[in-house]
């Protein structure tokens, strides 16, 4: 069963800490992993995209890490700002004759001052 | 220049009504989607357009029907609405690309989600 499981579930730091979420996935075959950012009552919006010859991207202070081996991302935020307080949604995208996509719970960051 | 524009923002309505949400991107996408969020924050697709063609029709009721007059929108209605309906409801947008006889799917845009309430 195609699956994407996040944590923690909420997560709460203070402002200028580093903090790292995680993403097991047992979606298969694997076609690509993302990690969006989603502000309370916004759409979500891409932070990375990792194929499976990749294994770590950076944007800026977001750098999402992708073992395809163990089927782990992770995206590590350095330097947190009270702004990066959102939801973190790990996005797994299998390639099957046509297209299946599955998105994780997501984790919820608290960035306090 | 909004990319990927939702309307209505919000929509209340009673059990039993019919209603729209439109989306329209600017982005020159050829793939247009909509997704479910429900009160758990879950994602889940719902249906996916390519070039005005339906591609993904994931398990939703009939009573939902999306229409794409052009690639540059995705309308979805909804017939008979129900108290499990209440959600927030997310177009997106990609550019869908063909390699080496596959077919993989770049970055999604959202629009800012509309929050529909069954009473």
């Given at each position: 069963?195609?699956?994407?499981?996040?944590?923690?579930?909420?997560?709460?730091?203070?402002?200028?800490?580093?903090?790292?979420?995680?993403?097991?996935?047992?979606?298969?075959?694997?076609?690509?992993?993302?990690?969006?950012?989603?502000?309370?009552?916004?759409?979500?919006?891409?932070?990375?995209?990792?194929?499976?010859?990749?294994?770590?991207?950076?944007?800026?202070?977001?750098?999402?890490?992708?073992?395809?081996?163990?089927?782990?991302?992770?995206?590590?935020?350095?330097?947190?700002?009270?702004s990066d307080?959102?939801s973190?949604?790990?996005?797994?995208?299998?390639?099957?004759?046509?297209?299946?996509?599955?998105?994780?719970?997501?984790?919820?960051?608290?960035?306090?001052? | 220049?909004?990319?990927?524009?939702?309307?209505?923002?919000?929509?209340?309505?009673?059990?039993?009504?019919?209603?729209?949400?439109?989306c329209?991107?600017?982005?020159?996408?050829?793939?247009?989607?909509?997704?479910?969020?429900?009160?758990?924050?879950?994602?889940?697709?719902?249906?996916?357009?390519?070039?005005k063609?339906?591609?993904?029709?994931?398990?939703?009721?009939?009573?939902?029907?999306?229409?794409?007059?052009?690639?540059?929108?995705?309308?979805?209605?909804?017939?008979?609405?129900?108290?499990?309906?209440?959600?927030?409801?997310?177009?997106?947008?990609?550019?869908?690309i063909?390699?080496?006889?596959?077919?993989?799917?770049?970055?999604?845009?959202?629009?800012?989600?509309?929050?529909?309430?069954?009473?």
């Open positions: 069963k195609n699956q994407v499981e996040q944590s923690p579930q909420s997560l709460i730091i203070l402002e200028g800490k580093n903090c790292t979420l995680q993403c097991n996935y047992t979606v298969s075959p694997f076609s690509n992993l993302r990690w969006y950012k989603q502000d309370t009552g916004r759409g979500p919006v891409s932070l990375t995209i990792m194929t499976f010859s990749e294994n770590t991207k950076s944007n800026g202070r977001y750098t999402a890490t992708l073992d395809a081996d163990t089927k782990q991302s992770s995206l590590h935020i350095t330097a947190s700002q009270l307080s959102a973190y949604i790990c996005v797994v995208s299998a390639r099957t004759g046509g297209f299946k996509t599955i998105f994780g719970a997501g984790t919820r960051l608290f960035v306090k001052a | 220049d909004t990319a990927v524009s939702q309307t209505p923002k919000y929509l209340v309505t009673q059990m039993g009504n019919d209603k729209s949400i439109k329209e991107q600017n982005l020159g996408h050829d793939t247009m989607y909509w997704y479910k969020q429900d009160s758990k924050k879950f994602l889940k697709i719902m249906f996916s357009y390519n070039n063609e339906l591609i993904i029709n994931e398990t939703v009721p009939n009573r939902f029907s999306p229409k794409s007059p052009d690639k540059a929108h995705l309308n979805l209605h909804i017939n008979s609405l129900e108290l499990g309906d209440s959600a927030v409801y997310f177009c997106a947008s990609s550019q869908g063909i390699a080496g006889g596959s077919r993989s799917y770049n970055e999604q845009f959202f629009g800012p989600g509309t929050r529909l309430t069954v009473l």
